[in-house]
């Protein structure tokens, strides 16, 4: 499965963005779908997860209520709504393919294949 995640940019705080993560490959029905981000000088972190049906999602307390995760298995792709931005929602943002186990899969190793990832600046 390859991934590429694309809708950044920059935005002011309140504002809205979608992205959007476009899947190659015949199997990405199969897999759990996540969206991480990483800041300047901080570690990678979990943003939200979807299950391979679309059924179930997770985010993380910081997110929720603001961000909203979807697919579309028809047409390969996750998306990541996101509204309320914040400053501190500044981060680069990857979407990831995985978590075969048990959900929600919150942990990097829990993912198997990466997308590129994709800039969000959110200006105060």
């Known amino acids: 499965v390859q991934l590429q995640a694309s809708g950044g940019g920059l935005v002011q705080a309140g504002d809205s963005l979608s992205l959007s993560c476009a899947a190659s490959?015949?199997?990405?029905?199969?897999?759990?779908m996540g969206w991480f981000r990483q800041a300047p000088g901080k570690e990678r972190e979990f943003v939200a997860a979807?299950?391979?049906?679309?059924?179930?999602?997770y985010y993380t307390d910081s997110v929720k209520g603001r961000f909203t995760i979807s697919r579309d298995n028809a047409k390969n792709t996750v998306y990541l709504q996101m509204n309320s931005l914040k400053p501190e929602d500044t981060a680069v943002y990857y979407c990831a393919a995985g978590g075969l186990g048990a959900f929600p899969p919150t942990h990097e190793h829990e993912y198997d294949y990466w997308g590129q990832g994709t800039q969000v600046t959110v200006s105060s």
């Open positions: 490959g015949r199997t990405f029905s199969r897999y759990a």
């Open positions: 979807i299950s391979w049906s679309g059924g179930t999602t």
